[in-house]
């Protein structure tokens, strides 16, 4: 209970916020976009993590507002960022849990975002978690084909604990998937594996 109170004035003193963990091209070093990392400025405890909150943000439904509020701070930025950098392309992304994306409003929500801002969706990913769950759950499916259909890109995050969720991918389209450091490490010691991932 106490908490749900704490995070309840959070949201209240605006003391969520988001940061930004550099994507980087290899082959360049260049940065070539960020993904977005919500973090809350607790008064007392500092900066706290997802893990020490979003569960119960889950349980109490504020995982859709933090959710809607992520996004439109996602655009706020890029415009930002591409304001300033006008001939660099650069991508953002941000994780939506599976309870985000069963909520029916979620699309209605991000339209209504959209209109108060010019922004150039292609340029935004969308990552999915837990993906092993989308095979099983329309409105999963629903929402992200209508997201997909305002410009979005769909990217799955932490991809590749297990090799069967492979065929889970035929079910819905994908832009981008985020390969597990420990999947490709393990991957090294097997033929098979290593085609996969090529």
Do not use: C
């Not at 065929?167 to 991957?187: P, V, W």
């Amino acid at each position: 209970y106490k908490s749900y109170i704490e995070i309840k004035n959070a949201i209240e003193n605006k003391e969520f916020t988001l940061y930004y963990q550099p994507m980087v091209n290899l082959e360049n070093l260049e940065v070539f976009g960020a993904e977005s990392l919500l973090r809350w400025n607790h008064k007392v405890r500092g900066v706290l993590p997802p893990s020490k909150f979003l569960d119960i943000m889950e349980h109490t439904g504020d995982i859709n507002w933090v959710g809607f509020w992520a996004i439109e701070q996602l655009i706020k930025q890029i415009n930002q960022w591409k304001g300033q950098y006008p001939d660099r392309k650069f991508i953002l992304s941000m994780n939506f849990s599976p309870k985000q994306l069963m909520n029916p409003a979620l699309p209605e929500e991000i339209r209504r975002i959209l209109k108060r801002h010019k922004i150039d969706t292609k340029d935004i990913y969308l990552e999915i978690v837990d993906f092993a769950l989308f095979d099983i759950v329309d409105e999963v499916k629903s929402n992200l084909d209508k997201i997909r259909n305002m410009g979005f890109k769909i990217a799955i995050d932490n991809y590749g604990l297990e090799f069967s969720s492979l065929n889970r991918l035929n079910s819905i389209s994908i832009d981008m998937i985020k390969l597990n450091r420990k999947f490709i490490q393990k991957a090294q010691e097997n033929d098979m594996s290593l085609e996969i991932i090529k």
